[in-house]
């Protein structure tokens, strides 16, 4: 069985840094392109940063560039390190693996449970 398990989500004050992480199980994700995605209450799902396999590419939307770094490990884990927290990032944070590195939801076959992010002013 595919799980994608994420962690590191919490309360932060603005301005402040999280490190999300996703581990993958029952799936080795050689081959699948990763992403995060973030969906804030009452709002779609939204697209936040993908990298390719085997890292060498990276996407981030308008939002995160700059402030949020995409990294992936050898094995089986990605990373989203987010610096310079802004209340508007507030949501639950959702990590995907797809064979396509896209920025669509749509391209990812694999999604976690979520973890969520609260941001403070």
């Known amino acids: 069985q595919v799980q994608l398990v994420e962690s590191g989500g919490g309360l932060v004050q603005a301005g402040g840094s999280l490190r999300l992480s996703c581990a993958a199980s029952?799936?080795?994700?050689?081959?699948?392109?990763m992403a995060w995605f973030r969906q804030a209450p009452g709002k779609e799902r939204e697209f936040v940063a993908a990298?390719?396999?085997?890292?060498?590419?990276r996407y981030y939307a308008d939002s995160a560039k700059g402030r949020f770094t995409i990294s992936r490990t050898n094995g089986n884990t990605v990373y989203l390190q987010m610096n310079s927290l802004k209340p508007e990032d507030t949501a639950v944070y959702y990590c995907?693996?797809?064979?396509?590195?896209?920025?669509?939801?749509?391209?990812?076959?694999?999604w976690g449970q979520g973890t969520q992010v609260t941001v403070s002013s």
């Open positions: 990298i390719s396999w085997p890292g060498n590419s």
């Open positions: 995907a693996a797809g064979p396509y590195f896209a920025r669509t939801t749509r391209q990812y076959d694999y």
């Open positions: 029952g799936l080795s994700l050689s081959n699948y392109a």
